[in-house]
């Protein structure tokens, strides 16, 4: 019996390893992304579609995401952002109220869009996984090029390659 059991941690551990890049379109909602209200730091709503009208890299995390890992992200993303473009670069969050989400948003001295998430859901069931990731979205609602990182210490290089081979016109 303990033997069953130890196999199938190890299985478990293994797989929770896995890095999914790339999400098939049918899983997203394109309604839902068009319609989905979120807030800025100015606490006034807002709709994905008023905003994105060009091609747009968004960094999706969560304040129960690893404080550590988000900061790392957040220094890869520094790296690339004369590459990629301040104005090209998207950052959804949540955090439990408006207060921390601005206080931190501050603090951190971020320079990008950034746009509170209510309720801590996005429109991908993936979502749920609650860890941070990359996506690209276009004019039309379409995002694609899902990067998730499961652990930034094993990813280090694929954040890399990932972040510089984004081009956005």
């Known amino acids: 019996m303990n033997k069953i059991i130890f196999l199938f941690c190890i299985v478990l551990c293994f797989g929770c390893g896995n890095n999914k890049t790339n999400i098939p379109q049918q899983q997203t909602n394109i309604k839902d992304i068009k319609n989905q209200v979120f807030v800025t ?11 994105v009208t060009h091609k747009h890299l968004v960094f999706r995390y969560s304040v129960l995401d690893c404080k550590s890992c988000i900061d790392s992200l957040f220094y890869f993303l520094k ?19 408006l207060r921390d989400f601005v206080v931190n948003a501050r603090l951190n001295k971020i320079h990008y869009r950034i746009l509170q998430i209510p ?3 996005l429109f991908i069931k993936e979502d749920e996984s609650r860890i ?38």
């Open 79 to 97: 790296m690339y952002e004369d590459k990629i473009g301040r104005d090209n670069i998207l950052l959804l969050t949540y955090y439990n109220n």
């Open 132 to 169: 941070p990731y990359f996506f690209n979205i276009d004019r039309n609602m379409n995002p694609v090029n899902f990067f998730f990182i499961t652990n930034i210490n094993k990813q280090k290089y694929e954040v890399i390659n990932y972040l510089s081979s984004q081009q956005m016109y």
């Open 41 to 51: 730091l100015d606490n006034d709503s807002v709709k994905l579609s008023d905003i």
């Open 119 to 121: 309720e801590n859901r």
